[in-house]
């Protein structure tokens, strides 16, 4: 994948624009540190940083959009990838919800690969939780791939070029892509 600097910089603005202007009546609303995402793994928190010419790793696809939850109960199913709540939700996914990261699996590769990403709000109590990607399981990845071939819109997405290995079976660890630990406030 090659790199413009200039549309890197417009990404990355962009992406601040769309979350300032979503989120600008809602005073008191965490702003995720000016397009910055986040995972966890193994208990800790890292930063995924927008992906660059000189630092290929990180974010390469994104829109401020995030697929919307009924409720706390629900996001937390979700979040402990319990697979009928995944499962339900996956009917609410379109293109524009996934969020493409490019990293290694293993230290050792030479290659990069795609991984997949949404993000969830709880649109009463919008929180950080919007920020934070959660990996795409494997069965939803199945049903995402097959919805969005058989939409005549859908499957021209720019998502489609962007296809993980082994269906997004594979975690991506951001200890070796090299992502910074960080401490995020409850």
């Known amino acids: 994948m090659s ?51 000189s630092d290929p790793v ?9 697929v919307e939850v009924n409720d706390g109960d629900e996001l937390e199913l979700i ?25 290694k699996l293993d230290e050792d590769d030479k290659a990069l690969c795609f991984f997949w990403f949404t993000t969830f709000v709880f649109p009463e109590n919008p929180c950080k939780d919007q920020f934070t990607l959660r990996q795409i399981p494997k069965h939803v990845y199945k049903i995402l791939y097959k919805n969005f071939m058989e939409h005549v819109d859908f499957k021209r997405s720019s998502v489609m070029d962007m296809l993980p290995r082994f269906e997004n079976d594979k975690s991506m660890s951001p200890i070796v892509n090299g992502f910074d630990k960080v401490t995020v406030a409850p």
Not at 58 to 65: D, F, L, N, S, T
């Open 79 to 103: 979040v402990s990838y319990d697979k009928d709540a995944w499962t339900a939700v996956a009917e609410k996914i379109i293109p524009r919800h996934v969020v493409i990261v490019q990293g």
């Open 58 to 66: 990180g974010v390469v696809r994104c829109y401020a959009e995030s």
């Open 3 to 53: 790199y413009d600097t200039e549309s890197e910089d417009d990404m990355e603005a962009q992406m601040n624009e769309l979350l300032e202007e979503a989120f600008k009546d809602q005073t008191g609303c965490y702003d995720g540190d000016e397009g910055i995402f986040y995972i966890s793994h193994n208990l800790s928190t890292y930063a995924i940083p927008i992906a660059c010419e």
